[in-house]
Every structure is written in structure tokens, then in C-alpha cells.
């Protein structure tokens, strides 16, 4: 199947931990974004990459860190820098950065604070 | 700066009725406009966009979209709603690549 996998699904992070969250695409997409979704609030952009060995923070990038060294993964790391990391995130990915061009999501990845 | 505005929070409608789900955008230059679905605990699904040309736009699952310029608007529309299109509905505007979503709209079809 083609898709978007996320993984885990559910994560638990303990005080001053850095855990990290794995995507990977098997659409041979250039873009992939990670999103944060918090209730209310809609999707926020954290990081993004049009392209491999190189990305751009969105509006929301401190206290997380991404790293593009292949073009199927897009790994993202909440730092123990994230104030309030408990949230629902979002990879994502499209088959090039123009801006009419489809995003498409994976199912998403919880992280709690405990 | 490019936004979207969902103006309702929740949507209520019965079964079989036709549904409207609102969307104002703010952009410069030519807008690219998204609709997205979400379901509990699930990723946002793909319904439609609006590039350029038809101002109505169909999509998945039986939706479709109107892009009014003047109105700068893009409300989702579907003639008969179904109890499963009960979820979680986002506006989006394409930006400089990515996406800039609105706050999204939660709809309820009740039976």
C-alpha cells in the first residue's frame, strides 16, 4: 500500500526526556511537513522540507528538531526545550512544494506528557 | 499574511438534508484552497481544492465546493448529508508551499 506511516501511534514522554517521531512516505514525494494539532486551534506548521538534506522551521519550531537524510523519512524529535509538547501530530507529505499542490496526512501520532 | 476564517464551530443538520460548511479566506495574488476531513483520532483526508477555472469544485464522497471571489469565500456544500459525514472539517489556504489552516468546523448529522 501507498501511504504515509506514522509511528508510534500513542507515546508517553516523561519531564526533561527527548523522544522522537518516525514518518515515512512510499509515494516518492520531494515535500513532506510536520503539523501539530491541538484542540481548537487547528494545525499548526512545525518544520518542513521540500527537498532531501534540507528543511525550514514553521511557525511553531522551537523546542523540536527534524532531520531530512533520506527522501522517505522525515523523523521529528521533541526536545525537553517543548514547553507543552502534549499534543496530536501530523506528518505529511506532497509531491513537490508548489503551493497548489495536495498535501497529503498520515494518521497521526499522540504524544503525552506524563 | 494568508488566513482562513471558519466562522461556526459546530454545524448541526439532519439526515438527508443538504449541509453547508463555511469558509472565508484572506490571501494575495491567486487563492489555493483546500477541504479537508477529519475523523476521530484519525489523519485529515483530502476532499477537494480550487487551483483556477469552475468555481464549483467536486470532490470526495459526494462534496462539493463554491469559490466566490467577491465573497471571498469557499463553503463546502453537500445535497443530502449522511449520519458518517459527522467529523471534524478544515479550510485550507495553500501558502509558499505548505498549508495555513482555519480552526475548523465540527459537524453533526443527526438520524
Known amino acids: 500500500d501507498g501511504g504515509i506511516t506514522q509511528s508510534p501511534k500513542y507515546l508517553f514522554r516523561k519531564e526533561g526526556q527527548n523522544v522522537t517521531l518516525s514518518c515515512e512516505q512510499n509515494?516518492?514525494?520531494?515535500?513532506m511537513y510536520w503539523y501539530r494539532q491541538d484542540p481548537g486551534q487547528g494545525l499548526r506548521l512545525i518544520y518542513y522540507?521540500?527537498?532531501?538534506?534540507?528543511?525550514q522551521k514553521g511557525d511553531i519550531a522551537e523546542g523540536y528538531s527534524v532531520s531530512r537524510e533520506k527522501k522517505e523519512s522525515f523523523p521529528l524529535t521533541v526536545t525537553s526545550a517543548q514547553k507543552n509538547p502534549t499534543a496530536f501530530y501530523l506528518c505529511?507529505?506532497?509531491?513537490?512544494?508548489?503551493?497548489?499542490?495536495?498535501?497529503?496526512f498520515g494518521e497521526g501520532s499522540w504524544l503525552t506528557v506524563v | 499574511a494568508q488566513s482562513v476564517a471558519q466562522p461556526e464551530d459546530q454545524v448541526n443538520v439532519a439526515e438527508g438534508n443538504p449541509l453547508t460548511v463555511k469558509c472565508t479566506y484572506s490571501?494575495?495574488?491567486?487563492?489555493?484552497l483546500f477541504w479537508y476531513v477529519q475523523y476521530p483520532n484519525r489523519g485529515l483526508q483530502f476532499l477537494l481544492k480550487?487551483?483556477?477555472?469552475?468555481?464549483l469544485v467536486k470532490g470526495s464522497y459526494g462534496f462539493e465546493a463554491e469559490f466566490n471571489k467577491s465573497q471571498t469565500s469557499f463553503h463546502l456544500k453537500k445535497p443530502s448529508a449522511l449520519v458518517s459525514d459527522s467529523a471534524l472539517y478544515f479550510c485550507?489556504?495553500?501558502?509558499?508551499?505548505?498549508?495555513?489552516f482555519g480552526k475548523g468546523t465540527k459537524l453533526s448529522v443527526k438520524p
Open positions: 505529511a507529505s506532497s509531491v513537490s512544494g508548489a503551493s497548489g499542490n495536495t498535501i497529503y
Open positions: 509515494l516518492n514525494h520531494d515535500a
Open positions: 522540507s521540500q527537498i532531501v538534506n534540507d528543511f
Open positions: 490571501v494575495s495574488g491567486n487563492p489555493y
Open positions: 480550487y487551483i483556477t477555472g469552475d468555481n
Open positions: 485550507a489556504v495553500g501558502s509558499y508551499g505548505n498549508l495555513i
